[in-house]
Every structure is written in C-alpha cells, then in structure tokens.
C-alpha cells in the first residue's frame, strides 16, 4: 500500500477533490496554513497499483506543475473499505513516477560511481589473477552498474532523454575504466615479484572470460529481465545488481589484462563478452519495462517515446545480432577443440590397448590446441607420453601411425610429438 498526499495549489480543490470522488478514493483533507501557496492537504491510501492512474487523474486536473506530490510506501492500512479499491487496481508494479525515483536513486553520482567501480575493478581483476571465484564474487557486492543500466531503459520508455544519455554514458564509460584500471594494474604487477611470471591464458577464471558462447547471452539476458523485476517490483535490487556486475566487471577486468600482457586474442574474446552482455541487460531490461506498460505521460510524448524504444530496440538487436555471429564461431571452435581433446585420448588409448605397439605403455596425452588456432586452421599439436621397458622395441614409425588414425578420427591435421620414457619396476 501506499499513502499519497498532495498540496493542493491556490483555486484547484475543487477539481482534485472531484477526481479523487470518481476514481472511488477515501481521503483527507486538511486547511494548509503555510506561506499560501497552497489551499489544502489531501492524503489518501491507495494500492501500489492504483498510485499511477490516480496520479494521471491529478495531474489531468492540472496541478503537476504548482503541487507537491508524496507518495510513501505503508506498512499496514486497516480498514474494510481497501478490499474495493485492490479489485480496482489489479496488478504488481510501482507507478511511473516512483519508477523514475528508483531510477535515479540507482544510479548514483559520477565521482561515486566511478569510485566504486574502480575499487571493485581492482578487487575483481585480483581474483581473476589469484583464480578466486569468492574473490571475484566478492567485488561484484560493491560494482554499481545495476543503476546505470536500469536508469537508460527507463528513460528510454518514458521519453527522458536526460536519463537515458546518463544510463548510456555511465554504462559505456565505466566499462571503459574498468578496462583501463585492469590494465594499468596487471601492468604494475607484472613488473613486480608480487606476481611470478604467469601465462595467463592458464587460469581458469580468466579462460573461462575468453571462450565466449551463447550461454553467456542467456546469462546476460537473465540478468536484465531480473534487474528491471526487482525496480518494477521492488524487491532484491542489491542481489540482482550482484548478477548484473557478474556478467560485466570480471570480462571486462579481463580485457584489461589481456591489454597488460599484449595478447590480442584475449582482448577480443572477452570484449566481445562485455559487448554482449552489455546489449543483452538492456534489451531485455527495455523490453521487459515496456511490457509491464510503463509510458510517458499521455501527448506528444507518448509517440516519441514509442519510436524511441523501437529504434532502440532495433539498434541493440543489430548489434546482438552481429555480437551472435562471434559468440556462434566461438561456440563452434570451442566444441571442436573439445572433441579434438576427447577424440585424441580415447584413440589413442585403443591404439595401445590393442598391442599394436607391443610392450609400449601408454602414460598420457596432451592436446594443445585452442580456439584460435581452430579459426585460424591450424593443426592440433598432440604430446604422447610412452614408457617402454628394458627389451622394450619401439617402432619407428609410432608417430605417424598415430598421426593418421587421429587425422582419420578427428576429421582435423595434427601433428603427434612422441615422449619415450624408460620404464623401471620394483624388485
């Protein structure tokens, strides 16, 4: 529930008193006696529901612009009348102009947004470096990018201009920092005996921020859809703000590593992540917004904001669209670097166990071979380790032969290093 009170301008009592008469509201009404700027006070409860359209019933009445206008959230109204106005006002969302507020109230101002998300910059791109999923998840607490990327879908329903360029801005040149802090921080460290030389394609966390598939979008779109519930509905902001600097901060703190440590591939792989995210939480996030009917005012507005989410809308689904075609090679290359990997080891274990190498012992096999190189159409580069005994014969031609059964039963070129290592027993 809410309680809404409105001082009512000089002359306009009688026309919101007959509003509030035909939308079948109970109220109050109390002389002001202030510096005279207003006739009266007004309070009256009203479903969460109800506040919108009794609102616009006001405002028809012409006060928006003189008045003052409360709107406060309750905790209890006892009275028997409620029941008929929440059969009036059926629904779950808050009004437009409490959307509004929560908007602007999450997205804070630019100095501590930019602080908080550096600090959470530094803290996440120390636990990618540490391969600390706690770490990375502990940064995400304070990332305040949730605001930001509500705040441009609800100016963009609402025809705010001014909220949506904001929402935008924020969003864009936060990544763009968080980016740049990563950078700057792997550089610094490493540059230091505070972290050992590191080949940082080997850690997971941050391998996991540079094979980008279609699984990520969907995560991203969760993340939008459960952003603009929570505002709409007002409940769990801060833990869906949590999910949102998920899907942004840890690749985009990739990102800058990858920029520190000069590998292309890194920077392109998890910048496509960042761009892909970024589109997903505010597509799903404006459409979501739209269809719980949030509209601007009725007039004017009203067309330019239908326009305005189309073309928004359209321009983020191109980009998605284009992003896809990226995310779809990935997702290609990444199952085809996983079935080389499983094929490889299952051959050559058959080949073994089969005698065909005799007394040969087949000790492991290591596949290096990523993404890039599947784009690319390099061939695989696969190490077999082999441990034969004091009589041990070892084939001359072991290498090839393993060469083309795993060419045949991999459908990709490979070239097969062979290790020999002689192997001992107890007595």
């Known amino acids: 529930m809410r309680v809404v009170q409105v001082l009512i301008p000089e002359g306009d009592r009688a026309n919101?008193?007959?509003?509030?008469?035909?939308e079948g509201i109970d109220y109050a009404v109390w002389e002001e006696t202030g510096r005279g700027d207003f006739e009266a006070l007004v309070s009256f409860p009203v479903p969460e529901p109800g506040v919108e359209p009794v609102l616009d019933s006001l405002y028809a009445a012409g006060i928006k612009e003189k008045s003052y206008t409360l709107v406060m959230p309750t905790e209890t109204v006892v009275s028997e009348r409620i029941g008929a106005l929440k059969d009036r006002y059926r629904g779950y969302r808050i009004s437009r102009d409490e959307l509004i507020a929560r908007a602007e109230d999450l997205a804070p101002e630019s100095s501590t947004f930019f602080i908080f998300l550096i600090v959470s910059t530094l803290i996440a791109t120390t636990g990618l470096l540490l391969n600390s999923a706690a770490?990375?998840?502990?940064?995400?607490?304070?990332?305040?990018?949730?605001?930001?990327a509500i705040s441009a879908s609800v100016g963009a329903v609402l025809a705010d201009r001014e909220m949506t360029t904001r929402g935008v801005r924020l969003q864009v040149t936060g990544l763009f920092a968080a980016i740049v802090t990563a950078a700057v921080l792997g550089l610094l460290l490493?540059?230091?005996?505070?972290?050992?030389?590191?080949?940082?394609?080997?850690i997971p966390q941050i391998l996991e921020r540079t094979s980008p598939n279609f699984l990520s979008l969907f995560l991203a779109l969760?993340?939008?859809?459960?952003?603009?519930?929570?505002?709409?509905?007002?409940?769990?902001?801060?833990?869906?703000?949590?999910a949102i600097a998920v899907a942004l901060i840890p690749p985009a703190a990739t990102a800058g590593l990858g920029l520190a440590w000069g590998d292309p591939g890194i920077v392109l792989t998890a910048g496509v992540l960042v761009l892909v995210n970024l589109l997903a939480i505010n597509l799903s996030a404006l459409i979501l917004l739209w269809l719980a009917g949030y509209r601007p005012e009725k007039g004017k507005?009203?067309?330019?904001?239908?326009?305005?989410?189309?073309?928004?809308?359209?321009?983020?689904?191109?980009?998605?669209?284009?992003?896809?075609?990226?995310?779809?090679?990935?997702?290609?290359?990444?199952?085809?670097?996983?079935?080389?990997?499983?094929?490889?080891?299952?051959?050559?274990?058959?080949?073994?166990?089969?005698g065909q190498f005799g007394g040969l012992e087949f000790e492991q096999a290591t596949v290096n071979y990523d993404i890039d190189e599947v784009l690319l159409g390099?061939?695989?580069?696969?190490?077999?380790?082999?441990?034969?005994?004091?009589?041990?014969?070892?084939?001359?031609?072991?290498?090839?032969?393993?060469?083309?059964?795993?060419?045949?039963?991999?459908?990709?070129?490979?070239?097969?290093?062979?290790?020999?290592?002689?192997?001992?027993?107890?007595?």
């Open 135 to 148: 770490t990375i998840i502990g940064a995400m607490v304070i990332a305040p990018l949730m605001g930001p």
């Open 222 to 242: 969760g993340s939008g859809v459960a952003g603009a519930v929570s505002v709409i509905r007002g409940a769990g902001s801060s833990l869906v703000g949590v």
């Open 190 to 202: 490493k540059e230091t005996m505070f972290l050992p030389p590191t080949d940082i394609r080997t």
């Open 378 to 427: 390099h061939p695989a580069d696969v190490t077999v380790v082999v441990s034969y005994g004091p009589n041990g014969r070892i084939p001359p031609d072991i290498a090839q032969r393993i060469d083309e059964r795993l060419t045949k039963a991999t459908g990709h070129e490979v070239i097969v290093h062979v290790e020999l290592v002689q192997g001992q027993d107890s007595t």
């Open 301 to 354: 507005h009203e067309i330019q904001a239908r326009r305005a989410v189309r073309t928004r809308i359209a321009t983020v689904v191109l980009g998605l669209v284009i992003l896809s075609v990226v995310l779809g090679t990935v997702t290609w290359a990444s199952f085809g670097v996983g079935t080389v990997k499983t094929d490889v080891n299952t051959e050559v274990k058959a080949m073994f166990n089969s």
């Open 16 to 22: 919101v008193l007959a509003a509030l008469d035909e």
